[in-house]
């Protein structure tokens, strides 16, 4: 099998190509393009002129954005296969986020141009798209909330649970750094270390170098309720 058809059935994973034949997918991927990043590389900037369409294909990506004052915030962590930065596609602004790669990645790129073409041809890969758009403003919604009303404390306890998938596998901390999740829940790595130090001291987890384990997920979840 060649990479071109290889491709396309990791792509006929993203729910946009779902119901595309596979010759379709084909020749879908033929109207983009691969590329290669390496860890720590801009794919592109925020409130730069729309970069197309991206679908990761391996690695890991962040979406950022940035405050007044340079400080990072990150939106989301995408992991493979997912399409990202629809937004700027469809109403041909600029780009509402930075991505950045957190890993090395191995992304499949398509213009706006050749995107609109797609839709024209394929009209479901609209009406999903519509899908993942209402799915992303609910995400947004909660994450204002969280931010709104919730204290660090509760932030991060929410983080932990996540990242650990509610408490079932360690937390890789060079995945995971403490500058990163601060950046994720929007506050300062220094109160993420003061943090994680409490929640170790009463026995919601514990942590070295490596790793964080959710030791108590009851209480984490409990923490979780915090308001400000």
Known sequence: MDEIHGLAQ???????????????????IRMGELLNYSQGEIIFYEDAPCAGMFVLVTGRVTLNKLGQAGQEGVLNTLEPVIMFNEVATLDGGVNPVSAVTHTNCR?????????????????????????????????LVNYYSDLSFLSVHARLAKHLLDLSRQGEQP????????????????TTPEAISRTLKAFNTSGLIQYDRLEIQVCDRDGLIEATQIKF
């Open 171 to 186: 937390i890789d901390r060079r995945q995971n750094p403490i500058r990163l999740m601060a950046a994720r829940i929007i």
């Open 10 to 28: 990791r792509l006929a994973a993203v729910p946009q190509f779902r119901d595309i034949p596979l010759e379709g997918v084909v020749s879908i």
């Open 107 to 139: 992304i499949w790129h398509i213009s706006r141009e050749n995107m609109q073409a797609l839709i024209m041809q394929y009209p479901q890969i609209g009406l999903s798209l519509l899908g993942v758009l209402a799915m992303r403003n609910r995400q």
